[in-house]
């Protein structure tokens, strides 16, 4: 059983809770600490699961053929990664945002190396009472969707002003979140 961080720090904040959630989970956790894009996984896992980590990667089809390697026959791989419209609100203002893949292409992808038990799609909206709120809340999440843009108060009052023009809808603004989640297993 491992649990992977890529930041050595996070092993020891987890432990606290998996221990609280010991019926859950086992004792027996292994850390691997580092980028899972590029470190070697275990063989023979019955399970490799991922939560929004996917869309950073640079090489995702070697990923998902080093996930395929690493399962037994039967095994599955659990995972969600963000779509093309996430944040698109704040890519369409700032230049800045990820290239997603669409749900086609994720499938294509898959399709070569797993049976594909689910996929699907969903978008969420958020809602702000201002275009700065939104920023904070990427903040807070740890998401950097403005990635290399340099926030000056001039361009700062311009994006709270142009967000607030096109994205307002009954005295607030949103933010779309676009996930795609699946389900898949290596043929026996």
């Given at each position: ?14 432990r ?7 019926s859950?989970?086992?004792?027996s ?18 399970l ?19 996930v ?17 419209r ?34 699907r799609?969903?978008?969420?909206e958020h ?44 005295q ?17």
């Amino acid at each position: 059983r491992w649990l992977n961080a890529r930041v050595p720090e996070a092993p020891p904040l987890a432990r606290e809770p998996l221990h609280r959630t010991a019926s859950i989970f086992p004792a027996s956790i292994h850390f691997l600490p580092g980028e899972a894009e590029k470190m070697p996984l275990p063989a023979d896992c019955d399970l490799i699961a991922s939560a929004s980590v996917l869309q950073w990667f640079e090489d995702l089809q070697a990923f998902f053929d080093r996930v395929q390697s690493s399962l037994k026959p039967g095994g599955y791989f659990i995972f969600n990664i963000f779509g093309p419209r996430n944040l698109h609100q704040i890519k369409s203002l700032t230049g800045n945002g990820l290239e997603y893949l669409p749900l086609t292409e994720l499938q294509r992808i898959l399709r070569h190396r797993f049976e594909i038990l689910e996929i699907r799609e969903e978008e969420y909206e958020h809602r702000f009472d201002r275009p700065f709120d939104v920023l904070r809340h990427l903040q807070r999440t740890g998401v950097t969707a403005t990635g290399a843009f340099r926030w000056t108060p001039g361009s700062l009052r311009a994006f709270e002003q142009q967000y607030a023009a096109r994205y307002r809808v009954d005295q607030q603004v949103f933010l779309t979140w676009h996930v795609m989640y699946a389900i898949v297993r290596k043929t026996p």
